[in-house]
């Protein structure tokens, strides 16, 4: 019983540990990553009420187009972006207009190899049970 009440206690410690990961620092902070090489964008959307909102997150450049993958608990970027695909996408301080495109089948595949969520990354995230939704970032 004791074993279990421990075992409880360091997964409700993990749980508010990932929260405040999640919600706390990639949520409110929203910092770059690249100085430690990951390559970034601002991805700004339109909210349905009008509003926009600018979400940091990391890209993959691949065969000269643009992704980005929700595989985070904070996604309502993503579901901005699906309701109004038409988004602007500024890196390194040059704002473009873009249309965001859901990606599937091979595409997304490709995305995914070069783009792998690797262990840390998924201790960090509390093991993501979404499905990893991809978009490809078309220039207008």
């Known amino acids: 019983m004791k074993a279990l009440r ?3 206690a360091v997964l409700g410690f ?5 929260m405040v990961f999640e919600i706390g620092y990639l949520g409110f902070t ?7 090489g990951i390559p970034m964008l601002v991805l700004t959307t339109q909210t349905n009420s009008g509003d926009t909102k ?7 450049d691949l065969d000269g187009k643009i992704y980005v993958s929700a595989h985070h608990w904070s996604r309502a970027w993503h579901s901005n972006a699906l309701e109004n695909p038409r988004v602007a996408v500024t890196i390194d301080g040059e704002r473009t207009e873009h249309l965001a495109v859901p990606v599937a ?6 995305v995914v190899q070069a783009m792998p969520l690797r262990l840390p990354v998924r201790f960090l995230m509390g093991f993501p049970l979404l499905p990893r939704e991809i978009l490809r970032l078309d220039g207008i």
């Open 30 to 36: 929203q910092p770059s990553f690249e100085e430690s």
């Open 6 to 8: 421990w075992m409880g």
């Open 105 to 110: 089948g091979e595409e997304f595949e490709s």
């Open 54 to 60: 600018d979400t940091m997150l990391a890209r993959v």
């Open 14 to 18: 993990y749980v508010l540990f990932v």
